[in-house]
């Protein structure tokens, strides 16, 4: 069963928003500062969007890196109230668990990977749940160090 034309939309909304915070978010989880080069390959699960690949710049400062990482590197999204639950960044491992929810729906996501100076690698799994329809995504993210900002 496909999902309504406004539940579709709805999801699209959440979908391309979960883009976004990875590519950026997933950035500021490095140690060393400077411009990374992000790029976040997606597998949508129902074939509600075709598989995607994104790549983006990102400047994380010695500023970033002060604050609580777990926030910087959330990157939660606006207008959902989200809650990161898990959160381990620690000899070269990171995983973490984020729970959203608005009033069109909840998502899950989780993600583990494995990160040194200028570099790291991940992968995110996220579940969108918007009334009786449920969408998984599942992104493969590879951050490097290209320079100074």
Do not use: W
Not at 50 to 73: G, H, I, K, M, Y
């Amino acid at each position: 069963m496909h999902p309504s034309p406004t539940r579709r939309s709805s999801i699209a909304a959440l979908l391309t928003g979960l883009l976004c915070i990875a590519g950026t978010a997933l950035a500021l989880d490095l140690p060393a500062p400077g411009q990374y080069e992000v790029t976040t390959t997606t597998h949508f699960s129902d074939g509600l969007m075709p598989d995607t690949t994104v790549t983006t710049q990102n400047c994380l400062t010695a500023e970033d890196l002060e604050r609580d990482p777990a926030s910087v590197f959330a990157g939660l999204p606006e207008g959902r109230s989200c809650s990161v639950d898990e959160f381990l960044m620690e000899d070269g491992v990171i995983a973490m668990q984020i729970a959203c929810s608005a009033e069109d729906g909840d998502m899950r996501m989780t993600v583990e990977g494995s990160y040194q100076d200028e570099n790291y690698q991940m992968v995110s799994d996220v579940v969108i749940t918007v009334g009786d329809e449920t969408v998984s995504m599942h992104s493969t993210i590879d951050g490097k160090r290209t320079g100074a900002c």
